[in-house]
């Protein structure tokens, strides 16, 4: 059965990088494209980016500009570097996969949370 | 950037209750459409997708439907599990972006 595990810092002090990995477990990196969800204490989802395994990603304009990912197949491994955050960035974050069928997101990390404080 | 409009954001139901959510894009995205339950303090679950498919092991009185760019969830005959927030999300092209969210409350 895949699994999806994110890890990283759950606190990040305002204008520095939040840096995150997603590790996968039950299932290959390949031929997917896999993706970076955040939720807002008490708010709706909000999808950040997506990458597939050959490292083409896409993300959302509204981050774009302090966001990258990168993949590792060989560690089936992606990641997600988020820099000159601020307290807007305080998430949970969701690593998770996309589907074949419509790109549909049909599974997901739990999620871990990223204070940013000082 | 589609937009996606959802209603209501809350509603309250009985259990046995129909109830249904709906989803507006702000432009056509033929059937690139999914819904999500999530349950307080858990990860999202997938329901629906493709707007009227129902993903493995999803109990089928969860059902989807699309007219245009209008799009139907409909939950029969509700059961106190289904006490989440549903969430749907357009697929057609990125940024893949979630309806603000339909908190549904079992009376």
């Known amino acids: 059965q895949l699994q999806l595990q994110e890890s990283g810092p759950g606190l990040v002090k305002p204008s520095e990088t939040l840096s995150l990995t997603c590790t996968v477990s039950?299932?290959?990196?390949?031929?997917?494209?896999w993706a970076w969800i955040r939720q807002a204490p008490g708010k709706g989802l909000e999808w950040i980016a997506n990458?597939?395994?050959?490292?083409?990603?896409n993300y959302n304009p509204s981050l774009k500009s302090r966001l990258s990912m990168s993949i590792d197949p060989s560690e089936n491994q992606f990641s997600l570097k988020l820099t000159s955050v601020t307290a807007a960035d305080t998430a949970v974050y969701f690593c998770?996969?996309?589907?074949?069928?419509?790109?549909?997101?049909?599974?997901w990390g739990q999620g871990t949370l990223v204070t940013v404080s000082s | 950037d589609i937009q996606m409009t959802q209603s209501p954001s809350s509603l309250s139901a009985s259990v046995g209750d129909r109830v249904t959510i709906t989803c507006r894009a702000s432009?056509?995205?033929?059937?690139?459409f999914n819904w999500y339950q999530q349950i307080p303090g858990k990860g999202p679950k997938l329901l629906i997708y493709?707007?009227?498919s129902l993903q493995s092991g999803v109990p089928s009185r969860f059902s989807g439907s699309a007219s245009g760019t209008e799009f139907t969830l409909t939950i029969n005959s509700l059961q106190p599990e289904d006490s989440a927030t549903y969430y749907c999300?357009?697929?057609?092209?990125?940024?893949?972006?979630f309806g603000q969210g339909t908190k549904l409350e079992i009376k």
């Open positions: 432009q056509t995205i033929s059937t690139y």
């Open positions: 039950g299932g290959s990196i390949g031929i997917y494209y």
């Open positions: 999300q357009q697929s057609y092209s990125p940024p893949y972006g």
């Open positions: 493709g707007a009227s």
């Open positions: 990458i597939n395994f050959r490292g083409y990603a």
């Open positions: 998770a996969r996309h589907g074949t069928m419509v790109a549909e997101i049909d599974s």
